[in-house]
């Protein structure tokens, strides 16, 4: 994907550009913040009138990372939503667990 497509994408679907980029040695919270953008992204392109054919899914998640990284660790995501004390955390909210609660 060439550098306008991607920064055009990026505008078209309101992405934080800072998530962005295959920078992927930040941590969980922001590993979740862009598995959570990934999610809301692809929604949103759905909900959009789109002029030509629309992106797929793996452009969509190469706006933030690999499609192999993704597939092998970021999947896993799915899962955290039974476990709100997680989801919290990984929001990391004012109110959020501390690492300890979390992790012991």
């Not at 709100?84 to 300890?100: A, K, Y």
């Amino acid at each position: 994907m060439t550098a306008s497509t991607k920064d055009k994408l990026i505008t078209a679907l309101d992405i934080n550009p800072e998530l962005c980029g295959d920078d992927t040695d930040k941590g969980l919270i922001v590993a979740y913040a862009k598995w959570k953008a990934i999610a809301e992204a692809y929604q949103k392109m759905w909900a959009m009138e789109w002029v030509g054919t629309k992106p797929t899914y793996a452009k969509i998640i190469n706006l933030f990372i690999s499609t192999s990284m993704f597939y092998s660790h970021y999947k896993h995501f799915n899962r955290v939503v039974k476990y709100p004390e997680m989801v919290e955390w990984l929001e990391d909210g004012p109110n959020s667990p501390s690492n300890i609660e979390i992790w012991g």
